[in-house]
């Protein structure tokens, strides 16, 4: 196939360059010849019109002085004088004869004829007084005259005895005879058209055939050959050159010689050269198609080879190697093959160790422990032999990651490896790194119980602690246990099995779990609530419900957190604890967060045209913190509902910030640029500092219930309560307690200077319609300032 193409390719080249050479000779030649062939032809053209010029001023001469000899006859003007009108028919005759002459005519001072030849105007008056007039000053005039449809060359002279008795006129027809001599003399095609005003043209005499005159008639009616070119020829042209002159006629009357020559004569030198030039092309199409074949055999040969080598190369076969040397351009190909296939030797193996082979431990990786994991489980298969997979994960080291570093945490993960080889070290065993701080070892020919036996001596082998860099390290670590036959046949349901009992033992802080059919049943219905919550937004089953926010002192806004519900159609309420975490894993959050942005601006829009001013609280997840759309789409839902974005507080966790918090921060600068305020949720709960909050934008912290509800009997709790609110205070941040149970907490927040509070005591969460009532009716109404004693809930 590459020798056909590229030898196609060659030879195509070659032909398409010779013909496009030989084409553009053709048309050059064309172009000049038909210049040259029209100025030529146009040259005898102008050449012939003043031959043909001549000649009729030469037969008018003739005319002329034939006319002056007949009326100088003395016979003749004694004929005139006496009225003989029979001896004037016969003179008139017998001249005309002598001459040549078509028409001879007396003409009498009263411009009537006395005679004529053709016996057809005698007695009528004569039909071109012009000419008399015209003749009367210079004793002779000419013109081109129509008379019965028929074209004659007419001079006129006086008769004198001396002084003048009548008109001599003297004619020759123009018609076909006449062209042809004049033909005949320039070897041009000449024609004759006269008309009357401005009636049709009419052709007199031409020497075009029959089928040629019609088509002159069309071409002068249409005056196509009014525009000329600098010599006087028609530039409208089709196979001929014309040459349009007018000649001298009588007032309202028009004739016209046209004089034609072809441009096939002028153009045959040139129509030979291009026949020559045909047969020269064809010669060196042939003698192309040759030399290309032989050019293209040449490159395609060693080329056919080179590809020779690289299917075979792709077939990992790099023993071949490229034909011999050669100093060309192919050679340098060859050579390049050479180093091609060292390069992807060395490449290879690198990209085996890479692919299969973990690059910090030099452990075997997911890929080799999946390909073994599969190997094993044919084999078991085949010899019904048990295969028991174990996952470890490492407990908190992102904790040794974020407090010692990427380098210790690099080398507490080759340590580890170190330690499972010492406790796995059967050949047919394998130890793999996964990724991250997980691990995997494959055990053929081992039970579940064998498995959990390994495992435990992992666990004692790992709590010795570690010293790394001066660093002493504890190290503790969760495993799942899954087992063919029993747990699954498949290498994917076995690690998934595996993986699932590693969390539950990490949940449970059980060191190793083995699976157990439970846990499946628990995932499947995580499965079906994860289904059913993709549905919940679209059919309507969610809704908000508000929890009031109380300033313990006076204030003239009302203040409550957005809370969201599923009414599940068959389940019934479903908590937020179990649904949100599910949202935010498969990302379903986000649409969840813009229908929960979307109803509390809605209803916020709607208390505050009661003339309720409600500011409204609503939660932000992670992966609602990473949307870049998310301010713009929340300022256009405040411009959809008239809303100001300070009657709005987007609660934000700790842990949100610290995924990812160069893009966190940038959201947040970007929200709190809309003018919404910022706070964070749950603090206290996370591994930030309020010197590490004090450069975020935020405006409130919300200390988290954990904390406030155990503030009245433990006094560590008080203290954390207390030193947050200082602090907050001096950064110049609001403080809401969140988790109010009782009275006497109250009391102590509002003690200690809390800026607003939230819990049950004060109230459980309420439908959008009951809030309205419950502001007019509680005790914590805005612009109500109770005494501290006489606080009572309201719910």
């Known amino acids: 196939m590459l020798n056909r193409s590229l030898q196609t390719r060659i030879l195509a080249l070659f032909l398409l360059l010779m013909i496009a050479v030989q084409v553009g000779g053709f048309i050059l030649i064309n172009t000049v010849g038909v210049a040259a062939a029209r100025k030529t032809v146009g040259d005898e053209l102008a050449?012939?019109?003043?031959?043909?010029?001549?000649?009729?001023?030469?037969?008018?001469?003739?005319?002329?002085?034939?006319?002056?000899?007949?009326?100088?006859?003395?016979?003749f003007r004694g004929a005139i004088a006496t009225g003989d009108t029979d001896t004037i028919r016969s003179a008139l005759a017998n001249h005309g004869k002598r001459i040549d002459a078509d028409l001879m005519m007396l003409v009498g001072l009263d411009q009537r004829v006395l005679a004529d030849t053709a016996d057809a105007a005698?007695?009528?008056?004569?039909?071109?007084?012009?000419?008399?007039?015209?003749?009367?000053?210079?004793?002779?005039?000419?013109?081109?005259?129509?008379?019965?449809?028929?074209?004659?060359?007419?001079?006129?002279?006086?008769?004198?005895?001396?002084?003048?008795?009548?008109?001599?006129?003297?004619?020759?027809?123009?018609?076909?005879?006449?062209?042809?001599?004049?033909?005949?003399?320039?070897?041009?095609?000449?024609?004759?058209?006269?008309?009357?005003?401005?009636?049709?043209?009419?052709?007199?005499?031409?020497?075009?055939?029959?089928?040629?005159?019609?088509?002159?008639?069309?071409?002068?009616?249409?005056?196509?050959?009014?525009?000329?070119?600098?010599?006087?020829?028609?530039?409208?042209?089709?196979?001929?050159?014309?040459?349009?002159?007018?000649?001298?006629?009588?007032?309202?009357?028009?004739?016209?010689?046209?004089?034609?020559?072809?441009?096939?004569?002028?153009?045959?030198?040139?129509?030979?050269?291009?026949?020559?030039?045909?047969?020269?092309?064809?010669?060196?199409?042939?003698?192309?198609?040759?030399?290309?074949?032989?050019?293209?055999?040449?490159?395609?040969?060693?080329?056919?080879?080179?590809?020779?080598?690289?299917?075979?190369?792709?077939?990992?076969?790099?023993?071949?190697?490229?034909?011999?040397?050669?100093?060309?351009?192919?050679?340098?190909?060859?050579?390049?093959?050479?180093?091609?296939?060292?390069?992807?030797?060395?490449?290879?193996?690198?990209?085996?160790?890479?692919?299969?082979?973990?690059?910090?431990?030099?452990?075997?990786?997911?890929?080799?422990?999946?390909?073994?994991?599969?190997?094993?489980?044919?084999?078991?298969?085949?010899?019904?032999?048990?295969?028991?997979?174990?996952?470890?994960?490492?407990?908190?080291?992102?904790?040794?990651?974020?407090?010692?570093?990427?380098?210790?945490?690099?080398?507490?993960?080759?340590?580890?490896?170190?330690?499972?080889?010492s406790v796995v070290g059967r050949s047919t065993e394998t130890v793999a790194r996964l990724g991250g701080d997980e691990f995997a070892i494959l055990l053929p020919g081992s039970t579940a119980a064998d498995a959990e036996y390994v495992a435990k001596e992992i666990l004692q082998v790992l709590e010795a602690p570690m010293t790394l860099d001066g660093h002493v390290v504890d190290v503790r670590a969760s495993m799942g246990v899954a087992a063919f036959p029993e747990h699954g046949s498949e290498s994917a349901t076995l690690l998934r099995r595996a993986d699932i009992a590693m969390y539950e033992a990490k949940r449970k802080n059980l060191g190793v779990t083995v699976w157990d059919d439970r846990y499946d049943q628990h995932s499947s219905e995580r499965l079906s609530l994860m289904s059913d919550l993709r549905q919940a937004v679209d059919n309507d089953e969610l809704t908000l419900v508000y929890q009031p926010k109380v300033p313990p002192g006076s204030s003239t806004e009302n203040y409550v957190e957005a809370l969201v519900r599923w009414h599940h159609p068959t389940r019934g309420i479903v908590s937020p604890l179990e649904f949100i975490p599910f949202a935010e894993h498969t990302g379903y959050i986000r649409a969840i967060t813009r229908w929960v942005l979307a109803d509390a601006v809605k209803q916020c829009a709607a208390w505050r045209a009661e003339g309720l001013p409600m500011n409204v609280s609503i939660n932000l997840s992670a992966r609602d913190l990473m949307d870049p759309e998310l301010p713009e789409r929340f300022h256009d839902m405040l411009e959809e509902n008239f809303c100001a974005a300070r009657w709005f507080t987007l609660e934000i966790t700790e842990s949100a910030i610290l995924d990812d918090p160069a893009h966190a921060i940038d959201n947040m600068k970007r929200l709190s640029a809309l003018g919404c305020r910022l706070a964070i949720d749950d603090y206290g709960t996370g591994y930030s500092s309020l010197s590490y909050l004090r450069h975020l934008p935020v405006h409130e912290l919300k200390i988290d219930k954990t904390f406030v509800m155990g503030m009245a009997r433990d006094p560590s709790d008080a203290v954390i309560v207390r030193s947050t609110i200082d602090l907050a205070h001096n950064m110049g941040l609001a403080v809401v307690a969140e988790g109010v149970e009782d009275e006497g907490t109250f009391d102590q927040l509002r003690a200690l200077g809390c800026d607003m509070v939230q819990g049950y005591w004060l109230s459980r969460p309420l439908g959008a319609a009951q809030i309205p009532a419950w502001m007019r009716n509680s005790a914590w109404a805005p612009a109500v300032v109770p005494e501290l004693k006489a606080l009572r809930r309201v719910v």
Not at 47 to 70: E, F, K, N, S, W
Not at 149 to 170: E, K, M, T
Not at 178 to 184: A, I, P
């Open 47 to 75: 050449g012939g019109a003043r031959v043909i010029d001549l000649l009729l001023d030469q037969d008018t001469q003739r005319l002329l002085q034939g006319a002056r000899l007949l009326s100088a006859d003395y016979a």
């Open 122 to 421: 005698t007695g009528n008056a004569f039909a071109f007084p012009t000419l008399i007039a015209a003749a009367e000053g210079s004793r002779q005039a000419t013109a081109m005259v129509l008379l019965h449809d028929r074209l004659y060359q007419l001079v006129l002279v006086p008769v004198l005895a001396p002084l003048p008795i009548a008109w001599a006129a003297v004619g020759v027809r123009v018609d076909d005879a006449l062209s042809r001599d004049l033909n005949r003399i320039t070897n041009l095609q000449v024609s004759f058209l006269s008309r009357q005003g401005e009636g049709a043209w009419r052709l007199q005499a031409s020497t075009l055939l029959e089928v040629d005159r019609d088509a002159l008639l069309e071409d002068v009616a249409a005056d196509r050959f009014a525009a000329t070119d600098g010599a006087g020829n028609a530039l409208y042209a089709d196979a001929s050159v014309t040459r349009v002159r007018s000649l001298p006629s009588r007032d309202g009357e028009s004739v016209v010689t046209v004089l034609q020559q072809p441009l096939s004569s002028a153009l045959e030198p040139f129509r030979r050269l291009q026949r020559q030039l045909a047969m020269i092309t064809a010669l060196a199409v042939v003698v192309s198609i040759i030399a290309s074949l032989m050019i293209a055999r040449g490159i395609v040969r060693p080329v056919r080879e080179l590809a020779r080598v690289a299917r075979r190369i792709a077939a990992g076969n790099y023993s071949t190697m490229p034909a011999a040397r050669r100093a060309d351009e192919i050679g340098a190909l060859a050579d390049a093959f050479r180093t091609m296939q060292q390069g992807l030797v060395a490449r290879e193996s690198r990209i085996m160790d890479l692919a299969y082979r973990d690059t910090l431990t030099a452990l075997p990786n997911r890929a080799l422990f999946a390909e073994r994991l599969d190997q094993e489980l044919a084999s078991a298969t085949t010899k019904r032999s048990p295969v028991a997979v174990l996952l470890m994960d490492l407990d908190h080291f992102k904790d040794v990651n974020d407090s010692l570093g990427h380098p210790i945490g690099d080398m507490l993960l080759c340590e580890v490896a170190a330690r499972l080889q």
